[in-house]
Structure formats: structure tokens, C-alpha cells
């Protein structure tokens, strides 16, 4: 008992922070869905007016909810190829495999706006790096972040900058494999590729599925990046949800209909993941 | 016995913790605020502005001047990153503990004054003084700072925008700088015969770009906004011909190879990278604050200033203006000392002593009376480019973002119509029908919602 006191004392700081930060603000937000507020002036009851104002007569939303979906779909699968892909290549016995994978995983640790500026001059449409390069070969390449065609696709494929963090979780999955299934596996003849589609793949799910979990409710929060580069545009190409949210929230006072769109995200999340996680006992062996 | 040393070490090391952790606290709720008082017998004023680098050396100039002409009041200036400015003024006001005053450049009078969140400023003002005020306050400044007939905000700088030309590019191409065009459609025309390419198509010098549509608006006899009514206009034929002009122009030069173009130039934001300085533009729509800039870090540049010529059966002397201006919130502890300041600052109460502090900056003046000092007269003598600014603004065809409480919305979504225009996505007769369109849901929305 004692013992619970001394402990709850020391993570008392933490709680309060909690409550007072984390928890309030999310209870708060219910009830600021259901009113009319701008910070200044006292929430003032509206029903479900911002929800029926939202799904009815707000076309940005479902833009901005249309281009998140896209987001989601292709650059969480890509990431987790990708990054699976690394991790398979970082794992076999090279010399000097430490610096490989120290190298593929600093961009990770890079801060985010920080690596999205560098990202601005790479894709800079005269002076780029990729535009300069694209020229070398005779391809003069698109304006990218400017193009609404391709500013969308400029972002998924920056998401790939970050995929060390997942590299790491993929390679000590795989030093977790068991080599005696490997060694089966030999011994009934199964070659590099067989062996990486019968136990490498099946191992690795529960890491994948991890990765996908994460990834989605990531994906779905995505705003750093159009923000700083696009601020949504060209023409709403980029104009994420939590984008278009901070915008209605921040810009232009209306944090009633903004917390409706958090409440809306929320569900939309918790949705998906409830999903991926009713599939995932047909797909996710685990190893015990 | 080692389990009972063990243990007076546990409680020893548990009251240091707690011994280091309650010192910290003290220490960090005992430390002096890290703004000095120079005068901390007097009445503080806590004053928040925007203004970063050299700007805020002029910020700390003036307010060094005011405390110095005082003995009641010491104005305490805090710089608040411009970012995050807005943001931290509301939840400051929100919270109850707002600044005294604070300098402003954002579209936010409309919004906050509509939100009562600002004293207006005429009720500090005895009726004479508030006649007076309008009497000589440029018609700009009025319009920055008004909002349903009440002062909210004092200018202490008005931006006027107009062409900066580089004479020595216009007698390379066989033009006359002494006959600058008085016609927009001239202006182009020049504009064409300045631009240089290379060999693959590429710009490499941009005679004339024109810009945005809320700076032409105003030139083409068009407005977003209609005084009389208190309605906001879209869908006009003087709106639409403004955005077909520019939407035109863009066609013609192309919208990717400008975007080529403005993507390799060195624009990181600092005054010495402007490209009209490099020679990447020869005829340049820009603020009046680039006389200044351009005498400190270009004084051998050769250029002129000429205001935007209208097009035919368009207005002379029109455009869009914003400006710095003063506000005091409601819950400002120090009203009246903020007050003090903001006329100290803008010459509200001796203009020819404000005229010092707007040479400084390179600012437009509030009034006339500051043009007229000597001090400001000498500045014009000296930089005579600063002149057209002056010319234009008197002007009536001046015009600001529309004064409605959803200004910020207005203005990103016009943003937008002019976006969808250049790049040819919509027709600009399409693009002003959409926006007409946005602007009256949201109005209907704001209707729906008791605003």
C-alpha cells in the first residue's frame, strides 16, 4: 500500500499532465462537436449541426477526406514494402552491415520540418535535384509539388524518407525467426525465395501488422509535410484532413465544427483499424 | 546491518530527489522574468509585435523613444513569431491575460472586432478628437482600421504596391524609362519586349509579371466588397474582366514556364535576394518598403517607381492595400497607457514628431500632416522613389480585403478562384461563379449558426 502511494506520487506530475492535457481536452471536444465555439465567446449549443453541416454542405471535407484515403492507400502499403524490403537486404552478412543500416536509419531521426525543407529544394521543379538528374537522361521532369498531378505523389513518395524507424522493427523480427526453420526448410529443399515466401513472410506478420496499424492511424494524421510545402494546394490536390481541420479550427475560429471533423477522424480510425484488426487472424501467424 | 544502511541510503537519496525536485520548482517560479524593466517604477505596458531583425531594431528604437518621453508609463515590447502571433493573442485573451497593445499586420479586425474582443479606439478619443481623426487620416487608413463605423485599429504603416523598373533593361530593349506606360495593356506590352529566354524556352528574365487578383481588382474598377450595401461582390463584370486580363496574360506566357522560372530564383526572403535586384525582373510590382531596403543593400541599383497604369476604362491610382496598424484588446490592463503609445507611435496627437519614426521604417503615414512634416519631406528628397508611394496613397481607388467577420475565409478562397484561373483549370468566368458559390454557403452557414 505504501509502496502504491510512493509510486503513484512519483508518476503524479505525468497524471495531472494527462488529465489536464490529454484527457479534458478529448472529453471536451464531444461536447465542442455539438456547439457553435471560437475560443473567445462561451460554446454555445448547436446540436448536430456541424456534423449535418459537414457531411451536407462542406465539399472540402470530402475532398480533403478523399485525399487522406488516397494517401492512406498508397503510401502504407509502399512504406511497409519498402521498409520490409530494406530490413531483408540489412539483414544478410555483409561486412560493414552496421553502417548500412545506421545510414538507412538517420533520415527517420531527421525532425520532420527539417527534412520537408530539404524535400522542397530536391523537388524543386528547375533547380531540383530529381529535375536535374530526370534532364541528364533527356526527361524534363514535372513541376512536382506545383503540378496538382503530381503533388500528391511528390508526398507519398517523401513518406518513403522515413521508413528507417519501421526497418528497425522488421530486422529484429527477423533476428527473432528461428534458424531451425530455416534449417527445415533446406532440408526439404526449399530454395531463397521459397524460403522467404514460407517462413520469412508468415514470421514477419505480426511486425507487418504492427507496421500497418501504426502506419494507417499515421496516415490518416499526415499535415507536417502539405503544410509546410503545399498549405493544400495545388488546387486542394494536397489538402489533407488534418490540414483542412487545423484550418477551419485555427484560421477561421470554428473549433465547434473542427472538433466534429476530429470526432469524424476518430470514429473513421478506429473503424479501419477495427477492421485490419477483425482480418488479421486469417493472416497473422504467431510464432508461440 | 547492510540492509539497514541499504535502506537509510534509499531514504537518504529519496528526500535529496525531493529536495532537488521543490528547489527546481522555487527556483523556476523565483527566477526575474526574462524581460528587464529599465523603469520598473513605473506602469508597465506590455506591447507585442511581429517584427523580427532590422525591422525590430526600428520596434526597439521607437519604444526606447516613447519611455524615454514619459515618467507614468514604460512600454515593456515583446516579439511574438509572426507564425504563431494570432494564435497566442487569442488564447491570451481567452485566458484573460491579454497584452496591453499589440501591432498587427493580419486580416483580423473584422473577426475580432465583430467578437467584441477589441476596444474601439474612438471611445478613448473626446468627439473632437475622433472628428478630427477622420478628417486627416488617409482614406486607406480608415478603411485598415474601421469596421462598422468604429475605430479598431491605428495604421502606423500603410503599404501601397507599384512598379519598380529597372531603366537601364528598358534602354537595352530601345524603350524610353522617361515615358513609362500609362496604360496596363502597354505596361504588357513592354513587359513582352523586356523578357529574355534561352535557347530550350526558358525564362530567364521576366519583363513584367503581374500578380494577384486582389491587386488589380481595384484597377479594373472592380471590388470584392460593396460599402453602400455591406455586401461582399464576386461576380461582377468588372471582377470577372480583371481575373480574364490576368488569367489571359498567364496564358500567354505560360503557366509551367513560370512556374519554372519562379521556382529557381533565390527568394529565401531576405531583402538582398529579391530577384529585381539580380536583374530576373525588369518591371516589378512590389510594397514601398523596398525603397528603403534597396537603399541599404542595393544603393548603386539604378531604378524607378511609377504607379500600376490602369487599363481603359480602368482606375488611376487603385490597388490593394493592407498595413501595420495598433489594437488594444478588451481585458487590456493598461488601456490608456497603451493609448499613449499608440498615438506616440502614430502621430495621432503630434504628427510631426511621428514623422521621424515612420522614416525609420520606410512606412506610409497615417496622415497628411505627418507627410507634410519637415522631417518626412526630407526623406522624400532624399529617396525621391518614394514619392509615387505618397502620390498614390490619397487615393479613394485604394481598396482593402472586404470588412467582414469572415475576412481570413474570403481571402483564402479568392486565393483559390485566382489559383484555378491561372492554371487554366477553370474559366475565370467559372472560377468567380464557384467562388461566388463558397462565399454565400458559408454566409448561409453563418446564418444557420446565430452569426
Same mark, same amino acid.
Given at each position: 500500500?505504501?509502496?502504491?502511494?510512493?509510486?503513484?506520487?512519483?508518476?503524479?506530475?505525468?497524471l495531472a499532465?494527462?488529465?489536464i492535457?490529454?484527457?479534458?481536452?478529448?472529453?471536451?471536444?464531444?461536447?465542442?462537436s455539438?456547439?457553435?465555439?471560437?475560443?473567445?465567446?462561451?460554446?454555445?449549443?448547436?446540436?448536430?449541426?456541424?456534423?449535418d453541416?459537414?457531411?451536407?454542405?462542406?465539399?472540402?471535407?470530402?475532398?480533403?477526406?478523399?485525399?487522406?484515403?488516397?494517401y492512406?492507400?498508397?503510401?502504407?502499403?509502399?512504406?511497409?514494402?519498402?521498409a520490409?524490403?530494406?530490413?531483408?537486404f540489412?539483414?544478410?552478412?555483409?561486412?560493414?552491415?552496421?553502417?548500412?543500416?545506421?545510414?538507412?536509419?538517420?533520415?527517420?531521426?531527421?525532425?520532420a520540418?527539417?527534412?520537408?525543407?530539404?524535400?522542397?529544394?530536391?523537388l524543386?521543379?528547375?533547380?531540383?535535384?530529381?529535375?536535374?538528374?530526370?534532364?541528364?537522361?533527356?526527361?524534363?521532369?514535372?513541376?512536382?509539388?506545383?503540378?496538382?498531378?503530381?503533388?500528391?505523389h511528390?508526398?507519398?513518395?517523401?513518406?518513403?524518407?522515413?521508413?528507417?524507424?519501421?526497418v528497425?522493427?522488421?530486422?529484429?523480427g527477423?533476428k527473432?525467426?528461428?534458424?531451425s526453420?530455416?534449417?527445415?526448410?533446406?532440408?526439404?529443399?526449399?530454395?531463397?525465395?521459397?524460403?522467404?515466401?514460407?517462413?520469412?513472410?508468415?514470421?514477419?506478420?505480426?511486425?507487418?501488422?504492427?507496421?500497418?496499424?501504426?502506419?494507417?492511424?499515421g496516415?490518416?494524421?499526415?499535415?507536417?509535410?502539405?503544410?509546410?510545402?503545399?498549405?493544400?494546394g495545388?488546387?486542394?490536390?494536397?489538402?489533407?484532413?488534418?490540414?483542412?481541420l487545423?484550418?477551419?479550427?485555427?484560421?477561421y475560429?470554428?473549433m465547434?465544427?473542427?472538433?466534429?471533423?476530429?470526432?469524424?477522424?476518430?470514429?473513421l480510425?478506429?473503424?479501419?483499424t477495427?477492421?485490419?484488426?477483425?482480418?488479421?487472424?486469417k493472416?497473422v501467424?504467431?510464432?508461440? | 546491518?547492510?540492509?539497514?544502511?541499504?535502506?537509510?541510503?534509499?531514504?537518504?537519496?529519496?528526500?535529496?530527489?525531493?529536495l532537488?525536485?521543490?528547489?527546481?520548482?522555487?527556483?523556476?517560479?523565483?527566477?526575474?522574468?526574462?524581460?528587464?524593466?529599465?523603469?520598473p517604477k513605473?506602469?508597465p505596458?506590455?506591447?507585442?509585435?511581429?517584427?523580427?531583425?532590422?525591422?525590430?531594431?526600428?520596434?526597439?528604437?521607437?519604444?526606447?523613444?516613447?519611455?524615454?518621453?514619459?515618467?507614468?508609463?514604460?512600454?515593456?515590447? =515583446?516579439? +511574438?513569431p $509572426? %507564425?504563431s502571433?494570432?494564435?497566442k493573442?487569442?488564447?491570451? /485573451?481567452a485566458?484573460?491575460? &491579454?497584452?496591453?497593445?499589440?501591432?498587427q499586420?493580419n486580416?483580423?479586425?473584422?473577426?475580432?472586432?465583430?467578437?467584441?474582443?477589441?476596444?474601439?479606439?474612438?471611445?478613448?478619443?473626446t468627439p473632437?478628437?475622433?472628428?478630427d481623426f477622420?478628417?486627416?487620416?488617409?482614406?486607406?487608413?480608415?478603411k485598415?482600421?474601421?469596421?462598422?463605423?468604429?475605430?479598431?485599429?491605428?495604421t502606423?504603416?500603410?503599404?501601397?504596391?507599384?512598379?519598380?523598373?529597372?531603366?537601364?533593361?528598358?534602354?537595352?530593349?530601345?524603350?524610353?524609362?522617361?515615358?513609362?506606360?500609362?496604360?496596363?495593356?502597354?505596361?504588357?506590352?513592354?513587359?513582352?519586349?523586356?523578357?529574355?529566354?534561352?535557347?530550350?524556352?526558358?525564362?530567364?528574365?521576366?519583363?513584367?509579371?503581374?500578380g494577384?487578383?486582389?491587386?488589380y =481588382?481595384? +484597377?479594373? $474598377? %472592380?471590388?470584392?466588397y460593396?460599402?453602400?450595401?455591406?455586401? /461582399?461582390?464576386?461576380?461582377? &463584370?468588372?471582377?470577372?474582366r480583371?481575373?480574364?486580363?490576368?488569367?489571359?496574360k498567364?496564358?500567354?506566357?505560360?503557366?509551367?514556364?513560370?512556374?519554372r522560372?519562379?521556382?529557381?530564383?533565390?527568394?529565401?526572403?531576405?531583402?538582398?535576394q529579391?530577384?529585381?535586384?539580380?536583374?530576373?525582373?525588369?518591371?516589378?510590382?512590389?510594397?514601398?518598403?523596398?525603397?528603403?531596403?534597396?537603399?541599404?543593400?542595393?544603393?548603386?541599383?539604378?531604378y524607378?517607381?511609377?504607379?500600376?497604369?490602369?487599363?481603359?476604362?480602368g482606375?488611376?491610382?487603385?490597388?490593394?492595400?493592407?498595413?501595420?496598424?495598433?489594437?488594444?484588446?478588451?481585458?487590456?490592463?493598461?488601456?490608456?497607457?497603451?493609448?499613449?503609445?499608440?498615438k506616440?507611435?502614430?502621430?495621432?496627437d503630434?504628427?510631426?514628431?511621428?514623422?521621424e519614426?515612420?522614416?525609420? %521604417?520606410?512606412?506610409?503615414?497615417?496622415?497628411?500632416?505627418?507627410?507634410?512634416?519637415?522631417?518626412?519631406q526630407?526623406?522624400?528628397?532624399?529617396?525621391?522613389?518614394f514619392?509615387?508611394?505618397?502620390?498614390v496613397?490619397?487615393?479613394?481607388?485604394?481598396?482593402?480585403?472586404?470588412?467582414v467577420?469572415?475576412?481570413?475565409?474570403?481571402?483564402?478562397?479568392?486565393?483559390?478562384a485566382?489559383?484555378?484561373?491561372?492554371?487554366?483549370?477553370?474559366?475565370?468566368?467559372?472560377?468567380?461563379?464557384?467562388?461566388?458559390?463558397e462565399?454565400?454557403?458559408?454566409?448561409?452557414?453563418?446564418?444557420?449558426?446565430?452569426?
Amino acid at each position: 500500500m505504501q509502496s502504491n502511494r510512493i509510486g503513484y506520487a512519483f508518476i503524479s506530475p505525468w497524471l495531472a499532465g494527462f488529465c489536464i492535457f490529454t484527457i479534458f481536452p478529448f472529453v471536451a471536444s464531444i461536447y465542442l462537436s455539438f456547439c457553435r465555439y471560437d475560443i473567445i465567446s462561451p460554446p454555445v449549443w448547436v446540436g448536430f449541426a456541424n456534423y449535418d453541416e459537414l457531411f451536407r454542405n462542406d465539399p472540402r471535407f470530402w475532398k480533403a477526406l478523399w485525399n487522406t484515403i488516397y494517401y492512406a492507400l498508397a503510401a502504407v502499403p509502399l512504406g511497409i514494402v519498402t521498409a520490409f524490403a530494406l530490413a531483408l537486404f540489412l539483414n544478410l552478412e555483409v561486412r560493414g552491415m552496421s553502417v548500412y543500416r545506421t545510414v538507412f536509419f538517420l533520415p527517420s531521426i531527421v525532425p520532420a520540418v527539417a527534412s520537408t525543407m530539404i524535400f522542397m529544394w530536391i523537388l524543386n521543379p528547375q533547380i531540383g535535384l530529381i529535375n536535374s538528374l530526370l534532364r541528364k537522361v533527356g526527361i524534363e521532369g514535372p513541376a512536382w509539388l506545383n503540378d496538382s498531378h503530381w503533388a500528391m505523389h511528390s508526398l507519398i513518395l517523401m513518406s518513403l524518407w522515413g521508413v528507417g524507424g519501421a526497418v528497425i522493427t522488421y530486422l529484429a523480427g527477423l533476428k527473432d525467426i528461428p534458424v531451425s526453420l530455416y534449417e527445415a526448410a533446406v532440408v526439404d529443399g526449399a530454395g531463397p525465395w521459397a524460403r522467404t515466401r514460407h517462413v520469412t513472410i508468415p514470421m514477419m506478420t505480426p511486425v507487418i501488422f504492427f507496421n500497418l496499424i501504426m502506419g494507417i492511424i499515421g496516415a490518416f494524421q499526415t499535415f507536417t509535410q502539405a503544410f509546410i510545402m503545399t498549405n493544400g494546394g495545388p488546387e486542394d490536390s494536397t489538402l489533407f484532413y488534418a490540414l483542412y481541420l487545423f484550418y477551419r479550427a485555427w484560421r477561421y475560429l470554428d473549433m465547434g465544427y473542427a472538433s466534429a471533423m476530429a470526432w469524424v477522424l476518430f470514429l473513421l480510425v478506429t473503424v479501419v483499424t477495427a477492421l485490419v484488426f477483425r482480418t488479421h487472424r486469417k493472416w497473422v501467424h504467431y510464432g508461440g | 546491518m547492510a540492509d539497514r544502511r541499504y535502506t537509510a541510503l534509499r531514504r537518504a537519496a529519496i528526500v535529496l530527489l525531493n529536495l532537488l525536485l521543490v528547489g527546481t520548482f522555487i527556483l523556476i517560479f523565483a527566477l526575474p522574468s526574462p524581460a528587464q524593466r529599465a523603469y520598473p517604477k513605473r506602469i508597465p505596458v506590455r506591447f507585442w509585435h511581429m517584427w523580427s531583425g532590422e525591422w525590430k531594431d526600428v520596434v526597439d528604437r521607437i519604444v526606447q523613444r516613447f519611455n524615454d518621453s514619459q515618467e507614468k508609463y514604460e512600454v515593456v515590447a =515583446l516579439s +511574438v513569431p $509572426g %507564425g504563431s502571433a494570432d494564435y497566442k493573442f487569442l488564447l491570451s /485573451v481567452a485566458g484573460g491575460d &491579454p497584452p496591453d497593445c499589440m501591432a498587427q499586420w493580419n486580416q483580423v479586425i473584422p473577426a475580432w472586432a465583430d467578437e467584441q474582443m477589441l476596444v474601439p479606439l474612438d471611445s478613448l478619443m473626446t468627439p473632437q478628437e475622433w472628428q478630427d481623426f477622420q478628417a486627416t487620416a488617409y482614406p486607406v487608413a480608415l478603411k485598415i482600421g474601421c469596421y462598422k463605423g468604429r475605430l479598431y485599429g491605428v495604421t502606423t504603416g500603410i503599404n501601397i504596391w507599384a512598379c519598380y523598373y529597372r531603366p537601364d533593361h528598358l534602354r537595352a530593349a530601345g524603350l524610353d524609362p522617361d515615358k513609362f506606360p500609362t496604360d496596363l495593356d502597354e505596361l504588357w506590352e513592354w513587359g513582352q519586349q523586356l523578357t529574355r529566354t534561352d535557347e530550350s524556352g526558358a525564362i530567364t528574365r521576366m519583363g513584367f509579371l503581374p500578380g494577384w487578383y486582389s491587386q488589380y =481588382l481595384p +484597377v479594373f $474598377g %472592380g471590388s470584392l466588397y460593396d460599402a453602400q450595401s455591406g455586401q /461582399v461582390t464576386i461576380n461582377t &463584370p468588372a471582377n470577372l474582366r480583371a481575373l480574364a486580363w490576368l488569367a489571359g496574360k498567364q496564358k500567354e506566357l505560360g503557366y509551367e514556364k513560370v512556374v519554372r522560372f519562379q521556382s529557381m530564383l533565390n527568394t529565401g526572403g531576405f531583402a538582398t535576394q529579391w530577384p529585381f535586384i539580380s536583374g530576373q525582373y525588369s518591371i516589378a510590382l512590389e510594397g514601398q518598403w523596398r525603397v528603403e531596403q534597396l537603399a541599404k543593400f542595393a544603393p548603386d541599383l539604378e531604378y524607378r517607381t511609377a504607379p500600376i497604369p490602369p487599363p481603359k476604362g480602368g482606375k488611376a491610382h487603385a490597388g490593394w492595400s493592407n498595413g501595420n496598424f495598433m489594437i488594444i484588446p478588451k481585458g487590456a490592463r493598461q488601456t490608456q497607457g497603451a493609448w499613449e503609445f499608440i498615438k506616440f507611435w502614430s502621430g495621432v496627437d503630434k504628427p510631426e514628431r511621428a514623422a521621424e519614426f515612420y522614416t525609420w %521604417g520606410g512606412w506610409l503615414p497615417l496622415s497628411s500632416k505627418i507627410a507634410q512634416a519637415p522631417v518626412y519631406q526630407d526623406y522624400l528628397r532624399k529617396y525621391p522613389q518614394f514619392q509615387t508611394f505618397l502620390d498614390v496613397l490619397p487615393s479613394e481607388n485604394i481598396e482593402v480585403s472586404p470588412p467582414v467577420p469572415f475576412q481570413v475565409f474570403l481571402a483564402d478562397m479568392t486565393g483559390r478562384a485566382d489559383d484555378f484561373a491561372m492554371r487554366g483549370t477553370k474559366t475565370p468566368q467559372q472560377a468567380l461563379e464557384d467562388l461566388e458559390r463558397e462565399v454565400a454557403q458559408e454566409i448561409a452557414k453563418r446564418k444557420r449558426f446565430g452569426l
